[in-house]
């Protein structure tokens, strides 16, 4: 099972908006509802932000959005602000045989 | 607040056993399912396995056969071993829980780093 492919790199203004992609198979990402997305800065835990394609865990800010087209899931974060700047993963449920497959990883950078 | 804590040792020689410990606090280890995550310098995020109190386990395929899961209920920890380590499972191991329904992980631990190396 091959990774979910994501973008190296990121980047936008304070304010600004941006849309990490998370590109996977029919065996993946558009055979099933179950796409999450976390959060994590270095030397801290991961932290879940999307869960099941598009909801926010309690506590994340609706800034943090998530939608799914095809084979192709998207994070948005909207008003970007300094603490936003992260890596970012996405993952899905693959089936009952293989089960999880991570992405490769996006780094958001705040200009 | 669930908070999940990894232990062990930070490095493991070839061909060795590691094992790792994960602490769990705010949740009893008894009401969920208890993940591991490991990331390979450079590489993406790899699931592991899973297991749940009772001891029903499911691995990754790819390590399967290597990799053993277990929990402690009276300590609320769980517990990881690989056998026969080599350089590629030198990496960044996470635990964390998986929910009950669907398939994402709601707490993760910080990490622990395990070398493998002679």
Known sequence: ?111 | QVQVQESGPGLVKPSEILSLSCTVSGDSISRSYWAWIRQSPGKELEWIGYIYYGGRTTYNPSLKSRVTMSVDTSKNQFSLKVKSVTAADTAVYYCARLATYGWHFDYWGQGTLVSVSS
């Open chain 1, 1 to 111: 099972q091959s990774a979910l492919t994501q973008p190296r790199s990121v980047s936008g203004s304070p304010g600004h908006s941006v849309t990490v992609s998370c590109t996977g198979t029919n065996s993946d990402v558009g055979a099933y509802s179950y796409v999450s997305w976390y959060q994590h800065h270095p030397g801290k835990a991961p932290k879940l932000i999307i869960y099941d394609v598009t909801k926010r865990p309690s506590g994340v800010p609706d800034r943090f959005s998530g939608s799914k087209s095809g084979n192709t899931a998207s994070l948005t974060i909207s008003g970007l602000q300094a603490d936003d700047e992260a890596d970012y993963y996405c993952c899905s449920y693959a089936g009952s045989y293989t089960f999880g497959v991570f992405g490769t990883g996006t780094k958001v950078t705040v200009l």
